[in-house]
């Protein structure tokens, strides 16, 4: 029979043994379980690695459309500038696409996008007219009032975008395309306030609609031109309205209208030929210079036409104002009342208010005009012919 000590020997040697084959057994387990933690840590390092690159390539797409719409907003912006610039510097014809074209290119390659310049392309460049309710086409005999335009970066022009990691991603290049419209608008119903340094341009002289109308239609004598700057005798297919009032004082003459304080002064009125209406005379008036639902506004005014205030006029000669249109007017001198219907946009041509009735005159011609401070009038019921609101970004 084995001794205590013996059994513990055998039981120590049991143990050693069975140590041994548990190490053998789990070893080539442990080598296994690393290489395969190895390769799925190399499978997610690509996927991240590639997630990373699409995120980046994302980004920088975003990145260059952001300068895309910046860059054709600006263009759209210029084009419809130079179209009324355009419209200023001539009395009659029509717009010169070459000008906006070119203007609108000139801003294009001040305007990176993507590390390069997107220039315009002349078939993505459209002029017409914007409507209020954001349609584009005709408007019966107006002039164009927008300019639109589409930026591309593409394989017909500027090119494709390059991206950085098409190797990773599968996507090497990605197409652009951008619009944006720049609008100046007809509608106009009135003003509002303008800041305390500036003034509103217009003429404090009535025009009833019926002799506008007729300059319109070239039912009137042409026999002033401007040309380079300057007022001339002969005709440059812009045909004259006279503002002077060729009746006796009765009810429907024309005369001044008292956008102030009431029996508005010849000082009132030769300051604002010259500077045009303030703040403060709008306040003075009492009520918004902003047409009713009906689309009238009545003024109070006197019939004719001071000589007093000849001098501030003959001082504007070549220079262009807005003027009130009235459809009626009732009562008799200073008790007038004007129902102002449209605003217009005119070049001041000759005066002459002394000596004989029949010589005097304030002669005018339709001249499109930008109206500063201007509010739209968005049913669309008062429409300019001759008059815009500054250009606005309008998509």
Not at 58 to 69: D, N, T
Not at 164 to 175: A, C, D, N, V
Not at 187 to 208: C, H, K, Q, R, T
Request: hydrophobic share 40%.
């Amino acid at each position: 029979m084995m001794s205590m000590k013996s059994l513990a020997i055998a039981e120590r040697s049991r143990n050693a043994n069975r140590q041994k084959t548990l190490s053998f057994a789990f070893h080539p387990r442990s080598h296994q379980r690393t290489g395969s933690a190895l390769v799925l840590g190399i499978v997610l390092s690509i996927g991240v690695l590639s997630i990373t690159a699409l995120s980046m390539d994302l980004g920088y797409v975003r990145l260059v459309q952001a300068e895309l719409r910046r860059s054709a907003d600006a263009i759209a912006m210029a084009g419809c500038w130079d179209l009324f610039e355009q419209y200023q510097a001539a009395t009659v014809g029509d717009y010169d696409f070459s000008s906006i074209y070119s203007a609108c290119n000139q801003v294009a390659v001040l305007n990176p996008v993507g590390e390069s310049f997107a220039e315009l392309n002349s078939a993505d460049l459209s002029i017409g007219t914007y409507h209020l309710d954001g349609s584009w086409g005709d408007e019966g005999g107006l002039p164009p009032n927008a300019v639109r335009v589409v930026l591309r970066r593409d394989d017909s022009v500027n090119g494709e975008l390059p991206l950085f990691f098409g190797s990773l991603t599968g996507r090497h290049i990605q197409k652009l395309t951008i619009s944006a419209t720049a609008a100046m608008f007809h509608s106009i119903e009135g003003f509002y306030l303008p800041e305390s340094e500036e003034a509103l341009n217009i003429l404090p002289i009535a025009l009833d609609l019926e002799t506008w109308e007729k300059a319109l239609n070239a039912e009137t004598k042409d026999d002033y031109q401007f040309i380079n700057g300057m007022v001339s005798l002969g005709s440059d297919g812009c045909f004259e309205a006279d503002l002077y009032p060729r009746g006796t004082g009765a009810s429907g003459n024309r005369g001044t209208v008292d956008i102030g304080g009431e029996d508005n002064s010849t000082n009132d009125l030769s300051r604002q030929i010259l500077h045009g209406i303030s703040r403060q005379d709008l306040v003075d008036l009492g009520k918004p210079l902003v047409f009713d639902d009906y689309g009238e506004l009545e003024l109070n005014g006197d019939t004719g036409i001071s000589a007093g205030i000849k001098d501030e006029l003959a001082a504007i000669i070549g220079e262009v104002r807005i003027i009130p249109v009235y459809s009626q007017a009732t009562g008799n001198g200073n008790n007038s009342t004007f129902t102002i219907v449209r605003w217009e946009g005119v070049r001041i041509l000759d005066v002459k208010l002394t000596g004989k009735k029949e010589a005097k005159r304030v002669l005018v011609q339709p001249q499109k005009v930008l109206a500063r401070n201007s509010r739209i009038d968005y049913t669309g019921n008062s429409v300019s012919t001759h008059l815009f609101t500054p250009v606005l970004l309008v998509e």
